[in-house]
Structures are given as structure tokens and as C-alpha cells.
């Protein structure tokens, strides 16, 4: 189950998670983190489906690298309400450059293990992931 390169197990949570936001949309986003010591991926945090994504963003380390998935609702243009599963990988400049390397190492792996990802997005500060930028991806 582990990943030759990186080493990393994804915890069975991770998915149940995942799918639960994807499927029967009872979490607004999910982030993960990589715990070293046990060498796999695990749920940190779940957000309830009222939560904004200024909530979302505050659940986000300033000094530490996440995995984050979160459910972005949007209408188009021809008044359709919509959704994209974004996919976020959260690297700060200021992050230890061991984390960086472990969660860098083990992204696509994990990705993989969450089918339904829509759009992905790699974030070393808040601006890169701020809510301009996710509206402009989902369109």
C-alpha cells in the first residue's frame, strides 16, 4: 500500500472522506496531512457544508504543508448552479524544506487514491489560492 518513492500509506479515512464530500456532499472540504512518524496520510480537519472558504483557508497552517480537497459551488453563466472538486496542495514558502520534499514526493500517489479531483492547485501562499483564483479555475 505504501508508495516505493515516498513511503506513504493513505489512511482508509482519507478516502471515506473524500467520497462522503464527493458523493453525498456532507463535508464542505477536507485537509489532510502527512504524519511522519507513522509514515502515512491522514484526515486532519473536516469542514461542515455551511462553511465559507475564508473558513476553509484559516484551517490551512501558515508554516506547514496540507493536502486540502474542497467542494467549490459556482453559477455559470447560463444560470446553472454548479460544483468542481478542487484539489490544493498547500506548500509555504516558510515550511520546513523536509515537508516540503515528504508532501512534493507523495502528491500524486495520494491524488490517485481520491478519484473525482477536477482541478488541482499548488499554493505557496494565500494569494495563489485565494477565491479570485479558484473562481477563475472552475469556469
Not at 508554516?63 to 468542481?84: G, L, P
Not at 484539489?87 to 507523495?106: E, H
Request: proline share 3%; hydrophobic share 40%.
Amino acid at each position: 500500500m505504501a508508495n516505493a518513492a515516498s513511503g506513504m500509506a493513505v489512511h482508509d479515512d482519507c478516502k471515506l472522506r473524500f467520497l462522503e464530500l464527493k458523493a453525498k456532499r456532507t463535508h464542505r472540504f477536507v485537509v489532510f496531512k502527512i504524519e511522519e512518524k507513522q509514515k502515512q496520510v491522514v484526515v486532519e480537519k473536516v469542514g461542515e457544508p455551511t462553511q465559507s472558504y475564508d473558513d476553509f483557508a484559516a484551517s490551512l497552517p501558515a508554516d506547514e504543508c496540507r493536502y486540502a480537497v474542497y467542494d467549490f459551488d459556482f453559477v455559470t453563466a447560463e444560470n446553472c448552479q454548479k460544483s468542481k472538486i478542487f484539489f490544493i496542495a498547500w506548500s509555504p514558502d516558510i515550511a520546513r524544506i523536509r515537508s516540503k520534499m515528504i508532501y512534493a514526493s507523495s502528491k500524486d500517489r495520494f491524488k490517485r487514491e481520491l478519484d473525482g479531483i477536477q482541478v488541482e492547485l499548488q499554493a505557496t501562499d494565500p494569494t495563489e489560492m485565494d477565491l479570485d483564483v479558484i473562481k477563475s479555475r472552475a469556469y
